[in-house]
């Protein structure tokens, strides 16, 4: 690695430093406040945390140096806040989940690497669009047909062995590259003029059948695993890329309209939902039962307050399995809404980041998938924070980067890995013209799918990310 290379991301070195001076200095002062001397285990986990994201880094001074510098150091710090509480909940409760989520990191950040060494170009993506749709629709149906545990409330596991995975987390992916390929394949029957109605233009019926088998699938597959959350973030988010790639609000309109059906349907024939809606609508109406999660929840955030009871000085050991999509209850709590205000702020510039580097993407393509994945976080976090404050009723959807568990952190890091792909080619300088034999300067010929201003901005597409100054 030559020196320009090692320094060509300098922001994102100090950021780094930055963010793991945060987290080191987090999680000594949680030991000390507990009265504990400083052990090797703590020391693991700093080191562990340092060594991962230096390694990120390098790796991205030689895979993909003009991507964007602000992505990784905030994912670093959401993760490490994520370990932070994870430790926390550990001297709670005497369980030792902060070692494997350690491991799933460095898991995490080995595949983010893998994607950036593997895909050297993101529109290669784009000719296998209808296989990654199929194989994502096929890992979403998986824990249909796969043996679950007996007392499972939900099929979303394959179990190998001594390991469990929840395909659904990859399959979000697939679908988003699938939809992306297909919006752009398809965009001028998006954005046929229909119907009139209410001041709003609606599609024809005819272009309405990817929506609605949208719809449906998601319906059938909420149905059958009984599990609410994967499916509601899909179709919000390809509802949200369909607005984005036509500029009409009669999508969102129809989109809602779908989800009060769906959701009144999916209500009527599972238990489980109707637990959460009633505990939405009254959640100390069943304190000690089903209402204890959510219930334990509120209490907590109004104890902590504006500035919280201090790391390591709250109680969110007494709240259910809060290590997964309760965890910024736990942040709440010991960090008040100062604390999780921060929190909530670095998940707007990692999305903002994503949407910058749909901005700047230059073929049609890369801008879907950027906004595509960027909105996905963005919908997750908003359904989780709804779901703890008890704004909306929970879909055990996790928190991005600081839940526990494997499944999550590697999807989101290829995730992210395919995002800084893009950003790398978006920022990527252009190449210098070719000199001509006699002399004189003619530009390189300019591939089709990188053309900006071609004829796709005449018909509407993308209006809120189209052309870049």
């Known amino acids: 690695m030559s020196f320009s290379a090692l320094f060509s991301r300098r922001t994102e070195l100090g950021l780094l430093l930055l963010s793991a001076v945060f987290v080191s200095t987090m999680l000594i002062n949680l030991e000390l406040s507990q009265g504990n001397t400083l052990t090797s285990e703590l020391f693991w986990v700093i080191g562990g945390f340092v060594v991962i994201f230096a390694a990120a880094h390098f790796a991205l001074c030689l895979t993909a140096p003009h991507a964007d510098q602000i992505m990784l150091p905030v994912t670093a710090t959401l993760n490490g806040l994520g370990l932070v509480m994870i430790y926390r909940i550990d001297e709670a409760n005497g369980t030792s989940l902060v070692t494997r989520q350690v491991q799933w990191t460095f898991v995490g950040v080995v595949l983010l690497v893998l994607v950036l060494v593997f895909l050297r170009e993101h529109r290669s993506l784009s000719r296998y669009s209808y296989l990654l749709g199929l194989v994502g629709l096929a890992l979403l149906a998986l824990p249909l047909v796969w043996p679950q545990p007996a007392d499972a409330e939900a099929r979303i596991w394959i179990t190998f062995g001594p390991f469990s995975l929840q395909p659904g987390e990859f399959s979000k992916i697939l679908l988003l590259l699938f939809f992306a390929q297909l919006l752009v394949n398809k965009r001028a029957l998006f954005t046929v003029a229909g119907y009139h109605f209410l001041g709003l233009s609606f599609p024809r019926l005819r272009d309405l059948a990817p929506i609605l088998a949208v719809w449906a699938i998601a319906i059938v597959i909420m149905a059958g695993t009984n599990d609410f959350g994967p499916a509601l973030l899909l179709f919000a988010t390809v509802l949200g890329m369909l607005y984005l790639a036509t500029g009409r609000l009669s999508w969102l309109f129809i989109g809602v309209v779908l989800v009060a059906i769906g959701g009144t349907g999916v209500y009527m024939i599972s238990s489980k939902i109707q637990a959460r809606v009633s505990n939405f609508l ?40 809060v290590w997964t999509d309760f965890i910024l209850a736990a942040v709440g709590e010991e960090m008040g809404l100062v604390g999780l205000s ?104 300019i591939d089709a799918a990188d053309a900006i201003g071609s004829e796709e901005e005449g018909t509407g597409y993308m209006p809120s990310v189209g052309k870049v100054s």
């Open 342 to 445: 921060g929190v909530l702020i670095l998940f707007a510039l990692l999305v903002t980041r994503g949407f910058r580097t749909a901005l700047l993407a230059r073929d049609s393509y890369g801008k879907l998938v950027a906004s595509g994945l960027s909105l996905t976080i963005a919908i997750q976090v908003f359904v989780v924070v709804a779901g703890i404050s008890a704004l909306m009723p929970m879909t055990g959807l996790t928190t991005p980067f600081m839940s526990a568990g494997g499944s999550s952190l590697m999807a989101n890091y290829m995730l992210l890995g395919i995002l800084l792909r893009i950003s790398d080619s978006a920022r990527r300088p252009a190449a210098a013209p070719a000199e001509s034999t006699d002399g004189s300067s003619k530009m390189a010929p």
């Open 282 to 321: 009254d959640p100390f109406a069943d304190y000690n039962g089903s209402g204890f999660q959510l219930a334990n929840s509120l209490f907590g955030m109004s104890w902590g307050g504006l500035t919280g009871t201090g790391i390591g000085q709250g109680h969110p050991d007494i709240i259910p399995v």
